[in-house]
């Protein structure tokens, strides 16, 4: 039993593995190729898978193509899977408008982060469907178009092999609306555009519509030109079709010139294609068409039988438009009969199908009217908003640009102040290293001075003990001579000693007012700690006279004796 269960497990791996390998193999050979190389296989997936009731198996089938895809690492294929998914939604599942709607804008701004042309290009297409088709919103359809058509310029019928198409149908959009000149614009521009094999009939379309228009506007030698076209350019598969398409334009014109021998087997040849590819609606216009020139040319009886037959077609059809011109052949068809009543009858008919596809189309356009202006409204309020938010945010930027500009001020007035400040600071540093330096080299000058009286008193003195009366009294005389203050000297000194003792002198001036330049000196020299013999050598006088002078300072300053002088002299 034990051996059984990886047995089981190994088989059920190998049967996933082929599975995936399965599914894989049948994408294997339109991974990483370009839209236009893998348009036909892609348009095969969409057949098979999309054009089917089954929703499960459907969904089943894009989910692998989109595993493929991510294995692969293929962008592009990735964002065909997304795209495929919304068209099954709407196809198949039939979700909400407004759930489709959102899933379809996904797609789109995907294509565009992605910067992928098609893939915008096919979801706008499947977006204006929807407007188109299921909310009736003709404007939000026409602005798809608008935004389409730029991205349809960026490329060309080999990269995008829908791009004669989707131009087509924006021509057709606008043949619906009337807007002829419009509808002729954009289906002569898809003319331009090469197109693959399996397009060549949208050409064919694109030439038909432009008949179409010319006819409108009564150029109907001009709409001949485009349906011969249309024969010309017809091929094997498409040649009944497009043959019966082209000879009931053709048989139109001629009927609207009146010339009815060359309209009427046109529009027969057109009845019989009609009726053999199963289309009703071409069947009813072109018989329609017919049973008026049965009546116009005075076959009444061809007239009644044909305008049968041509009402079996509309009714087939489930179109108006032909029941407007039918029944006003069946009211003159009676008429000629004698039977008014129904004469009346159809006639009345005819004018209520007239007022109501007036009204129908008058309505849509006044829909359309509507949705442009609410749309442009919409605009306008968008454009509002815009334009306020940008004036709020010039408002903002204008802030904050006052805002970095006054920082700027701010900040260049605090720099300048900061480096006046600094430059006022590093002269007063300058000034104060400067002081002090003056100050160091005054002090060791002063001392220097007093340091020199002191060693030339010292000197007569030796030289006194040493020689005794040796000495000549000139000699002595002499050396104490070099240690006398000159008036010279003193200003010198007198410019040291305020530099070091700032001021002291003014304060001796202001305390004692009355002193004499001998009192000035020897409070000055009595600062430096001088002795009495060094201020007598300096002053050119005896020790005594010293004393004499201090005794007189005493005497002013009301000092007793016993009291110390140099302790007056520092409060100084």
Not at 37 to 61: C, M, P, W
Not at 132 to 151: C, D, G, H, R, V
Not at 206 to 215: K, P, Q, S
Request: glycine share 4%.
């Amino acid at each position: 039993m034990k051996d059984l269960l990886p047995n089981r497990f190994i088989i059920l791996l190998s049967l996933l593995t082929l599975i995936y390998w399965q599914a894989s193999a049948q994408f294997e050979h339109i991974i990483n190729k370009t839209h236009a190389e893998r348009y036909t296989v892609i348009r095969q997936f969409i057949g098979l898978h999309l054009n089917t009731a089954d929703t499960i198996e459907s969904f089943k089938s894009i989910q692998k193509l989109r595993e493929v895809a991510i294995k692969a690492k293929d962008e592009d294929l990735i964002l065909e899977s997304d795209l495929l998914l919304m068209l099954q939604k709407s196809q198949i599942r039939k979700e909400s408008p407004r759930t489709l709607i959102h899933g379809i804008r996904e797609v789109i701004k995907k294509g565009e982060d992605a910067n992928n042309l098609q893939i915008q290009i096919r979801a706008r297409m499947l977006l204006r469907h929807l407007y188109w088709y299921q909310t009736k919103n003709y404007e939000l359809a026409f602005e798809q178009y608008l935004k389409i058509y730029p991205l349809l310029k960026k490329t060309t019928g080999k990269e995008f092999p829908e791009k004669a198409y989707t131009l087509t149908q924006i021509g057709e959009a606008y043949y619906f609306f009337a807007d002829f000149r419009n509808a002729v614009r954009f289906c002569r521009e898809a003319l331009t555009v090469e197109v693959i094999e399996d397009h060549r009939g949208v050409h064919n379309t694109a030439m038909n519509t432009i008949g179409l228009c010319f006819v409108k506007q009564g150029r109907l030698d001009s709409a001949d030109v485009y349906f011969e076209r249309i024969l010309a350019n017809v091929g094997i598969n498409d040649y009944a079709v497009w043959k019966g398409i082209a000879q009931g334009g053709l048989g139109l014109t001629n009927y609207l010139r009146g010339n009815y021998d060359k309209a009427m087997p046109l529009l027969k040849s057109n009845v019989d294609q009609a009726l053999i590819i199963g289309d009703p609606d071409q069947a009813a216009k072109s018989l329609t068409l017919m049973s008026d020139i049965y009546f116009r040319t005075n076959r009444i009886s061809m007239a009644a039988e044909t305008m049968v037959r041509a009402r079996e077609s509309v009714r087939r059809s489930g179109l108006l438009k032909p029941l407007e011109q039918l029944y006003q052949i069946f009211g003159k068809v009676y008429a000629t009969q004698g039977n008014l009543l129904l004469t009346n009858a159809y006639l009345d008919s005819a004018n209520h199908i007239k007022d109501q596809l007036a009204n129908e189309f008058n309505s849509i356009q006044m829909l359309r009217a509507t949705e442009k202006a609410q749309l442009q409204s919409h605009r306008a309020a968008l454009e509002r908003v815009a334009a306020e938010k940008q004036i709020k945010t010039l408002e903002r930027n204008i802030l904050l640009i006052l805002m970095v500009l006054l920082i700027v001020v701010l900040f260049y007035f605090y720099k300048t102040h900061y480096y006046k400040v600094r430059e006022k600071q590093r002269i007063i540093n300058d000034q104060l290293i400067k002081a002090e330096q003056e100050l160091t080299f005054s002090t060791l000058q002063l001392e220097e001075f007093r340091r020199s009286i002191s060693e030339k008193n010292l000197l007569v003195e030796e030289l006194s003990a040493r020689y005794g009366i040796n000495v000549s009294e000139e000699t002595r005389q002499e050396l104490q001579k070099s240690t006398i203050l000159t008036d010279e000297q003193w200003e010198y000194f007198r410019g040291l000693f305020e530099k070091i003792h700032s001021g002291y002198l003014h304060r001796l001036r202001e305390k004692l007012p009355g002193l004499t330049p001998a009192e000035t000196r020897f409070m000055a020299l009595a600062k430096l700690n001088l002795t009495y013999k060094e201020m007598a050598s300096t002053l050119g006088i005896s020790v005594q006279s010293v004393r004499v002078i201090r005794h007189r300072i005493r005497k002013k300053l009301n000092i007793p004796e016993e009291a110390d002088l140099n302790t007056v002299v520092e409060t100084i």
